[in-house]
């Protein structure tokens, strides 16, 4: 059996593939929502420079996606290790050697990476207008404005999957996450002094 | 030399891989083999299975390692036809 094989059978076995995507949206969602709550404090506090919004973007999304990498590795190492001492229990013998060990092992470093990966990018997807405003080119309304446009577009984006992956009407999806983009903003800009 | 032509076994295996996963790898491990899988009982977290592999000369060996592989372990060998070769 071959490498990839031997791997699709474990994504198959551990069903990570559904768990690598709901971690996906899941923490992908948290970084597009992090990034909308920080360009808009640097939008209200007025007095932001790119550059340094740009470090403050970058900052967050290492933090988001090392945040995402330990915690989806250290809660599914845990999880696997327990399904696999409780399918050791109904089989009465060791697993040591089979593809179910295999799994617990090398699953949660895969779960892990998406985790981590996830947030990380759709982080920096967020800040691109930041980035291209630093390198040269000028943003319509502003860097920081298009950077909360952008947060608000990937939001919209990321419900349209939610809408596809669960087989609902993709728009109502979509309206439903922008919906809650829209309230943290205004509770951001509620709150905010 | 005697070969083995036709093996029952008695397998317990977890619920995955599915059955047909299961004699794929085990075919697999066996070549020039037919494997015939028949669950026989179905618990919470395990199946009970008769596995039937016919051939020229099978490699009970090989046959163990991926039952091995896939986490299920032999019960039993239930029936066994072995010819002397030439």
Redesign the interface.
Known sequence: MNMLTELGLLIRLSRSHQIARRYFVVNGFDGALTMLGLNLGFYISGSVTTSTAVSACIATAIALGISGLSSGYVSEMAEKKRELRELEQAMVSDLEHSVHATAARLVPVLIAFVNGLGPFLIAMLVTTPLWLEQAGFTMPFGAISSAIATAFLVIFMMGMLLGWISGTFWLWSALRTLAIAVGTSLLILLFTP | MATIKRIVLDV?K?H??NVV?FAQ?IA?DSTGCRVQVTVSEV????ESLIVVITGESIEIEAVENAL????A?LHSIDDVEVIHGE
């Open positions: 317990l977890p995955s891989p996963e790898r697999d618990d919470e977290k395990t091995k592989s896939m986490g372990s």
